[in-house]
């Protein structure tokens, strides 16, 4: 860090988790963690990430904003909600599924869970 300023960049990540239709880079910046989540179309949470974790839910804390692209987020318990561009989304650790919506790729900001996701 110089001059009290501490600059990352996405494109130079910390770490980068890539899976079958996706990836995510990570950066720590200020003692925290953030994530670029990069979903191609067809991309599923319980098939291209589930298994290498050992779980059919995902359970991680999410906080976050759609980039691009549409993606939905399925609970256990039934509820479905629609992450649309620009939106900004919280999804709670309540077991819960997503995918990518229709033919483009889904990008979004994680400022919450990226530590701990896909892991």
Do not use: Q
């Amino acid at each position: 860090m110089a001059g009290g300023v501490e600059l990352v960049r996405f494109e130079k990540p910390d770490e980068v988790r890539v899976f079958e239709k996706g990836r995510l880079a990570v950066v720590r910046v200020g003692g925290m963690s953030f994530g670029r989540a990069e979903y191609e179309p067809g991309w599923r949470w319980s098939a291209h990430v589930g298994p290498s974790v050992g779980d059919s839910w995902c359970r991680v804390e999410h906080v976050g904003m759609v980039l691009s692209g549409t993606a939905t987020v399925a609970f256990e318990d039934g509820r479905v909600i629609e992450l649309n561009e620009g939106s900004l989304f919280h999804v709670s650790a309540d077991p819960h599924d997503s995918w990518v919506v229709g033919d483009h790729p889904y990008v979004s900001l994680h400022f919450m869970g990226a530590d701990r996701y896909a892991k």
